[in-house]
């Protein structure tokens, strides 16, 4: 999945319509701005979306005070008409001259309708018919064509336009232009200017504050095809860089500008005037109004869109702080409760304690009626009246499951070998069903529930647009280099990142020519499978890297130009020139080189390059690109989801990581680092890591086999060691473990339910740990307990099962309705996990009371008959031996138990665990969520390298998509449209609207930037060009000329449009018909509007009854830098949040309504898990919870006391468990989710066996209860689990795969060591505490048993 998420890259797909660098250059008749010195489009108010014109601006008010600028009767023209060149205008320093056109007329009033109103009042003050003015109609012609290029960038929002234009108009046709414009070098008269004096340079001031007012009612303006400013495009050569003087100066840099060269045809330069020294005498700064972004230009107009205009974004209301966790002093307060609440118990408790022990007062015994087993006691001690209903039906289910369980063992032991028959057979036959098992390892399939809100928002988004690309990526880091310099001629010191020295650009060319020719086994090639956005135009895969601003030449990057300066313009230059202009077509001082690469789309320097982004920077904004110390190519490979697509991406990409595998190995330069990925290698390595992994497993699963086998017998004599042994006997307890794990396997695998690796590593260790308890139980019980006089050899083992059977039961029905329960979460992992590992607890029950108990029954008789273990057919020496307790029985009996039930000791160890559980609550809600991606690979695994660079150089996040869903929601109609823009006159809560607001928090957002908008582009692209260039045209039959082939034989489109709050928007009968067009054209020189690269799969459509239905749509933006999972799963719910609101704005106000809108990241499908965890973690545990109080109140008779008791002890493990984790760094997240799932049931091991043994103990006192209990329950316990496990988990320390060191190393150490502390220190002496009293039913059958053994002794004395 991080793979995915790390191809953040693709979002530069929504920039690949802009092909076109906006270039500027100046006319002879008037200097002013042109997108491409290609164009030459003509102008009128229809097709450059002029929002006004000049008949409406009389009527203004803000107009009819219009300021002419300086004295008008003082001042003069500086040149009248163009050279037969259309080079240089011609010097004229006359007045200005009538003009008579009326076409030339319309055009102005048109194009420049704040000078024609001025010129009209000059002319009426003057009392003549006709304006004057300094330009010829050619020179109008030009400039109408000229200012509609410019239109097509900025007339988003009028105002720029507007204050921008009045530069143009009236440096072109001013009358009065002797006030700001000074010709420099003219060139005399000739036969080449037929005798006409042109003027090469020219001198413009203008005041600073038109500078600076113009600037900044532009600096806003937004480009929806490249979610750039418009601006960055317009201010060459300082794009991003670009400040309110360097625009102005862009605009008069010439194509003969030595330094710097431009598209004006000669030099125009501009002086920015403060004040009086800033101006020689006699010259009148231009110095217009100007009208903010935020203000209409006339009484009709819209302002400027807040998109385009900070200034016009409404006042949001302040955001809520960011909540601050509550703090006593530097304490949280919720730990502060704690402690305080923990203090006071724990010191009241030890003085109560310690008080009544030193005045000797018992308050721990309790009095109640005292058994002597002997023949003489009186029956009357216990009377049917004084037991209860609950003591009465506790007693008889106790002893209809002992009268149970003994008459099943005796038949299992009579008919030992049929019963084993039977139960192996049943078992192997649904073990065979393992072949139909489906092992589900997509992580979207594992984590992310079909009906979740991720996973469908995923399937719509794949089924309506196209799934997510396939990423193969390569970042390489300078290693051991450090920063370079150079100074240019005049002094100025320039400073370089590590990567741009030329061998390490020269060895990443290398690599990247290496990459471009892989072919796989198959012979796939990457032109195969790779994406190409501009297909058919450019059959070129869009690799991303640097070396596409040099077309992938070694020639061009070696190049190298003089300039006049004296100065060498190379490679280094060159780069810094395509950093800021990535969408540049040429650079001129690099022999005319593009920026654009092979493949005809740009290359970001935020997508390729990395390791920039200043302290605590999270965008690309205001970037310092050149001391970038890592590169990164990007080769993206279409996902077509298609088992034949599948195979070749697959067959490219292994040959892909074995060239990178060998190249790191062999050819890398020292001073390189590298880190490398493909689709496929987080499954790649996860299989490795399987099998890598697959010894230390069987080493410690042989470890706890070896423990079984041995630690099962009993030693009474170095003579019978043979025979004592129980070797066979533990092994086919092994191979009942297994075979209920494979009979759930198979079970599962007949009817079709898939399996995860989870269960595979899980389920073994959950299901060994409940049966060897149980094994142990059952034998050591059998061991301490010898036969009765008169009882048989299967009477015997039936009366021992009858004894413990009981207690199995209770376990094993508690452990398995936990994990049934637990199959209700939502999360599959987690549901697949609970049904096989219950159904394998309830499988291993039942083959330990019917195939373990004939084995038992089979070995027990071996040893009674002296047979050697193994080697049964050979007999020993016959020697009788009493019976005897094993060591670790005699250490509980004789130093443990009295030691820690003392009561000097008890008041203690209850204040330790009350301490240890303060300690944890409060810890516990500080464990992070999440499962950072280096966790699940091999410490070994070249992905780590990756994703440590992935963390450290990228400088973009990854994609972002707000997707308007299919709800009947009309696109095409204006009302609608108004709702989903981003220009002047759309609303102000718009889609693309609330997505530009959410990116200017991108803190708390953590989006970008703004979003792409095809609507707004596509609103562009209908307008764009003139009569033989731009955007749309169709030829004679009305079908579609892409704007890349020669439009001579084609004609403009003529899109007919509805005005509303003076903006246009395109009728439903021209949105029909030219909308198909706009997705199916590329963009390129003569357009850079066309819509198909950014947005031929961003819009689902459809025709019905020749009207275009848009069925859904996105709009993509991306996401701010992201370095850890709470980064990707807030950003998520963050984005959640901005759709959410823009779905409310749609239904009218409405969350609730039939327009939705979902944000979809390829990330987000893993990550959702983690918004909710911490209530999956609880509701799972609960349900776990409760079903174990269920269990063990109604096998205990209803015992609430005890059953109360269990729950809190489980609760009290699960909850220093999590403490423990936050100490041990272990996060939160699916994984370990079914590790504490696991933990509750095998938490019920350590504590329902000794509970029960307390419940059914008939001592004359609580302490004395507990330490019978603790002594037969307790060193089962400890040998059969805690021993059991703890040299198995060991071993996983030193596995490679980083999950089993943290999720099964840690967190399984963690649950045996506080297990079995909690059930073999804590309880015990709770239940001395607080345990149920003696069930006098109970005591009465004893009584009542004790007294017929009697009998029976006395009868029979032999």
């Known amino acids: 999945m991080v793979t995915l998420m790390m191809s953040t890259l693709l979002f530069g797909y929504g920039f690949l319509g802009v092909f076109c660098q906006v270039s500027h250059m100046v ?13 030459n489009p003509s102008l009128n108010g229809s097709n450059i979306g002029i929002e006004t014109n000049f008949q409406s601006l009389e009527l203004n008010s803000r107009n009819n005070t219009w300021k002419p600028y300086g004295d008008s009767n003082n001042g003069h023209c500086v040149w009248y008409d163009i050279d037969k060149n259309n080079k240089y205008n011609i010097f004229y320093d006359g007045e200005g001259k009538m003009l008579e056109d009326e076409t030339s007329v319309t055009k102005l009033g048109e194009v420049c309708p704040e000078l024609f109103v001025d010129l009209r009042k000059r002319a009426d003050e003057a009392g003549e018919e006709r304006i004057r003015t300094c330009c010829s109609p050619r020179q109008i012609d030009k400039m109408t064509s000229d200012i509609g290029m410019a239109a097509a960038m ?54 600073d504050a038109y500078a600076v007012g113009m600037y900044n009612s532009c600096k806003d303006v937004t480009n929806p095809n490249t979610n750039s400013k418009a601006i960055y495009l317009m201010c060459m050569p300082w794009s991003s860089l670009c400040n309110p003087y360097r625009l102005l100066s862009s605009f008069g840099l010439s194509s003969d500008n030595p330094v710097t060269p ?77 402690i305080i609440i923990s203090a006071s118990f724990c010191t009241t408790f030890l003085v109560i304690s310690y008080y009544f022990l030193i005045t000797r007062q018992r308050v721990v015994n309790e009095p109640h009626a005292v058994l002597h087993h002997t023949v003489s006691s009186s029956s009357s001690v216990t009377t049917d009246d004084d037991i209860t209903f609950r003591e009465k039906l506790g007693a008889n289910l106790e002893k209809f499951f002992e009268t149970v369980f003994s008459s099943w063992g005796e038949v299992c032991a ?49 089924s309506n647009f196209a799934p997510f690309f396939r990423t193969e990526q390569v970042i390489i880091a300078a290693k051991n280099l450090e920063p370079f310099n150079r100074t240019t001629s005049d002094g100025v010191v320039n400073w370089y990142g590590p990567v741009f020295r030329k061998e390490f650009m020269y060895e990443v060319l290398k690599l990247q020519k290496k990459i471009e020719k892989v072919v796989g086994d198959a012979g796939t090639k990457l032109g195969d499978i790779c994406f190409k956005p501009m297909a058919p135009d450019f059959d070129t895969c869009a690799v991303q890297s640097p070396l596409g601003w040099f077309q992938g030449s070694e020639e061009i990057l070696n190049s190298e130009f003089p300039l006049a300066t004296g100065d060498v313009y190379d490679y280094l230059n060159h780069i810094e020139y395509c950093t800021t202009n990535p969408t540049s077509p040429s650079d001129g001082n690099f022999g005319s080189a593009s920026c654009m690469a092979s493949y005809g789309g740009p290359v970001f320097p935020y997508v390729v390059l990395g390791g920039f982004l200043g302290e605590g920077q999270i965008t690309a904004d205001n970037a310092q690109f050149m001391n970038a110390t890592a590169i990164v190519i990007t080769v993206p490979v279409n996902n077509f989801k298609t088992e034949d697509h599948d195979f070749k991406a697959t067959d490219w990409e292994g040959k892909f990581l074995a060239l990178m595998s060998n190249w790191t190995a062999n050819e890398k330069p020292e001073y390189m680092e590298v880190g490398y990925a493909a689709e496929r290698s987080i499954k790649d390595e996860l299989d490795r890591q399987s099998k890598s992994d697959v010894l230390t497993i069987l080493i410690s699963y042989s470890i706890m086999f070896l423990y079984i086998a041995f630690s099962l017998g009993q030693f009474r004599s170095f003579s019978t060691l043979l025979i004592d042994s129980k070797f066979t006997l533990g092994i086919g307890g092994i191979i009942i473990v297994g075979l209920s794990v494979c009979t759930s396997i198979g079970f599962y695998g007949l009817i079709g339910v898939s399996s995860t690796l989870i269960i595979m590593e899980v389920i ?56 049934f329960l637990g199959a209700l979460s939502d999360m599959p992992a987690v549901k697949a996990f609970a049904l096989y590992a219950g159904l394998a607890l309830f499988f291993n029950f039942c083959l330990q009371i019917t195939c373990f108990v004939a084995l038992f029954s089979l070995d027990t008789r071996r040893q009674e008959s002296n047979r050697l273990d193994i080697l049964c057919c050979f007999r020993g020496a016959k020697k009788d031996y009493p019976k005897n307790e094993g060591i670790l029985y005699r250490v509980f009996d004789l130093i443990y138990a009295p030691f820690i039930l003392s009561n000097w000791v008890k008041p203690l160890i209850i204040v330790g665990f009350i301490s240890w559980l303060t300690a944890s609550l409060c810890v516990a809600p500080h464990i992070d969520v999440g499962l950072d991606q280096d966790i699940s690979m091999p410490t070994d695994s070249y992905m780590q390298n990756y994703f440590k660079f992935l963390t450290s150089y990228l400088a973009v996040g990854a994609p972002v998509y707000f997707v308007i869903q299919d709800t009947g929601l009309n696109a095409t109609a204006a009302d609608v ?27 708390r957002t953590y989006i970008a930037a703004p979003s792409s908008s095809w609507l707004d582009d596509f609103y562009d692209w209908l307008d764009y060009g003139g009569d033989f260039s731009g955007c749309c045209f169709v030829d004679d039959n009305g079908d579609f000329c892409p704007s890349s082939q020669d439009q001579i034989m084609c004609t403009r489109c003529e899109p007919t449009y509805v005005v509303n709050n003076n903006k246009k928007w395109p009728t439903q009968e021209s949105f029909d018909k030219y909308f198909e067009f706009y997705l199916n054209d590329n963009p390129g020189m003569e357009c850079p509007k066309g819509g198909h690269p950014s947005y031929g799969t961003a819009v689902n459509r459809h025709k019905l009854d020749n009207k275009t239905v848009i069925k859904s749509s996105y709009f993509q933006t991306y996401h701010s830098v992201m370095k850890n999972s709470a980064d990707y799963y807030n950003g998520m719910a963050a984005a959640r949040q901005v759709a959410d609101n823009i779905t409310t704005m749609l239904n009218g106000g409405n969350h609730e309504g039939p327009h939705h809108v979902f944000p979809y990241s390829v990330f987000y499908v893993f990550y959702e898990q983690y918004l909710t965890m911490w209530k999956d973690v609880l509701t799972s545990l609960a349900i776990s919870g409760g079903a174990i109080f269920i269990a063990v109140l109604l096998l205990l008779g209803l015992d609430v006391q005890s059953s109360l008791i269990t729950m809190l002890v489980i609760s009290m493990i699960v ?30 091991e350590f504590c329902a066996h000794i509970v029960r043994g307390f419940a059914v103990s008939c001592e004359n006192s609580r302490s004395n209860r507990a330490k019978e209990t603790l002594v037969k329950m307790g060193s089962s316990v400890l040998s059969g689990i805690t021993l059991t496990k703890f040299g198995g988990i060991i071993v996983l320390a030193f596995a490679k795969s980083q999950i089993f060191q943290v999720f099964y190393f840690r967190m399984y150490l963690l649950i045996v060591l506080i297990g079995a502390a909690h059930g073999l220190i804590f309880l015990p002496v709770l239940l001395s505490y607080l345990g149920p009293k003696v069930n006098r039913a109970r005591l009465k059958q004893n009584f009542e048993n004790s007294s017929a053994i009697e009998r029976a002794r006395s009868s029979n004395p032999l």
């Not at 143009?168 to 200017?193: F, H, K």
């Not at 449209?977 to 803190?1003: E, R």
């Not at 220093?1216 to 041990?1224: K, V």
């Open 262 to 338: 431009g598209f004006a045809p000669f030099e125009i330069h501009y002086h920015f005037v403060k004040d009086e020294s800033d101006r020689p005498e006699n010259i009148i700064e231009f110095n217009p109004e100007l009208i903010p972004c935020n203000q209409a230009i006339t009484a009709e107009a819209s302002a400027c869109s807040c998109v385009d205009c900070e200034a016009s974004c409404p006042v949001p209301p302040p955001l809520p702080p960011i909540p601050l966790p509550w703090k006593v002093g530097r304490l949280d307060g919720y730990a502060f409760i704690l």
């Open 154 to 207: 900025v007339n988003r929002c009028p105002s720029c336009f507007r204050n921008m234009r009045l530069n143009w108009c009236y440096m072109a046709c001013d009358p009065a232009q002797s006030n700001y414009l000074v010709p420099g070098e003219l060139i005399p008269p000739s036969n080449e200017t037929d005798n006409n004096t042109l003027i090469k340079d020219l001198d413009l001031y203008v005041s």
């Open 414 to 462: 009579r008919y030992a070998i049929f019963v084993l028959i039977i139960g192996v057979a049943l078992s192997v036959a649904l073990s065979c069903c393992v072949v139909y098992v489906k092992v589900t390892i997509d992580p979207v399939e594992l984590w992310a529930a079909p009906e979740s809100r991720s996973r469908v928002e995923k399937d719509y988004f794949d």
């Open 764 to 819: 073994p260790f959950l299901v060994l740990a409940v049966g060897v308890d149980n094994i142990f139980i059952l034998v050591q019980t059998y061991q301490r307990e010898a036969r009765r006089p008169v009882e048989s050899h299967e009477q015997h083992i039936g009366r021992i099962l009858g004894e413990v059977g009981p207690s199995m039961l209770l376990s094993s029905i508690s452990e398995t309705c936990c994990f």
């Open 1215 to 1244: 909850a220093d468990l999590l403490g423990a984790m936050y100490w041990w760094d272990i996060s939160l997240n699916a994984v370990s989710l079914v590790n504490l799932v696991m933990a509750v049931g095998i938490s019920v």
């Open 977 to 1003: 449209q108004k709702k989903i823009c981003g220009s002047a006159g759309c609303d102000m809560d718009s889609v693309v609207t609330q997505i530009y607001l959410s990116a200017k928090i991108a803190n």
């Open 27 to 39: 006319n002879s008749d008037v200097d002013l701005l042109a997108l491409q010195s290609q164009f």
